[in-house]
């Protein structure tokens, strides 16, 4: 069965310092892989994507995301975190058949001033 | 204003009630999704639809169905609302090509009582 796994359902971070939230796959193929940011009372917004080529991919706000394929895993990271990430973060993918995404339980980013 | 519009935003309804939950998009993309998001759970597919003649059911179609009038169209109803329907709805869609990125409404927040 098609998977995403977020472990972590809250981190928290001080402001300034680096973030990672995590996210592992299990889909079958070699899956295209996103990452969405959701802030209260809005939808998803697209932050970045990986579909191939470099393992770092960079996408809005500063946010990057780092691809291994031998772990099956897409890390999302940012090198100085804002108290404006916080907010609630979603990993999906997207299998090559390309009918659906899947997605991740979410993230809570609390980014702490 | 926005690509991918949700009518109503928010709204209760009783048990029992018909409902219907509707979507319009100006992207001009073929396929278009519904999913529910609960607390915890992320995001789960409802009902898929690839062009007005196509409709997929996803994960959890049971007690719901959808209507596609119109490319930019994509309505989802439920037929006989339960409490367990309690939950934040978003439509979402996406162009044709396998490596593109689903681009989500504001959400419509339901609450069966």
């Known amino acids: 069965a098609q998977s995403v796994a977020q472990p972590e359902d809250q981190v928290n971070v001080a402001e300034g310092n680096p973030l990672t939230v995590k996210c592992t796959y299990s889909?079958?193929?070699?899956?295209?892989l996103f990452w969405y940011v959701q802030y209260p009372n809005r939808g998803l917004q697209f932050l970045l994507k990986y579909i191939t080529g470099d393992n770092l991919v960079k996408g809005s706000y500063g946010f990057e995301a780092e691809f291994n394929k031998s772990q099956t895993s897409f890390h999302l990271k940012k090198p100085s975190a804002l108290v404006s990430d916080s907010a609630l973060y979603f990993c999906?993918?997207?299998?090559?058949?390309?009918?659906?995404?899947?997605f991740g339980t979410g993230t809570s980013l609390t980014v702490i001033p | 204003d926005a690509d991918v519009t949700q009518t109503p935003r928010n709204r209760i309804t009783k048990t029992g009630k018909r409902i219907m939950l509707e979507c319009s998009q100006t992207k001009g993309h073929d396929r278009m999704y519904w999913y529910r998001q609960d607390p915890g759970l992320g995001l789960r597919l409802i009902y898929y639809s690839f062009d007005v003649k196509d409709i997929n059911k996803g994960e959890i179609s049971d007690g719901y169905s959808v209507s596609r009038q119109a490319q930019a169209k994509f309505s989802l109803s439920l037929e006989s609302a339960i409490p367990n329907q309690t939950a934040l709805y978003f439509c979402a869609t996406v162009a044709g090509p396998m490596n593109t990125e689903a681009f989500f409404g504001q959400g419509t927040r339901l609450t069966v009582v």
């Open positions: 999906a993918v997207r299998d090559r058949g390309g009918n659906q995404f899947y």
């Open positions: 889909v079958s193929g070699n899956p295209y």
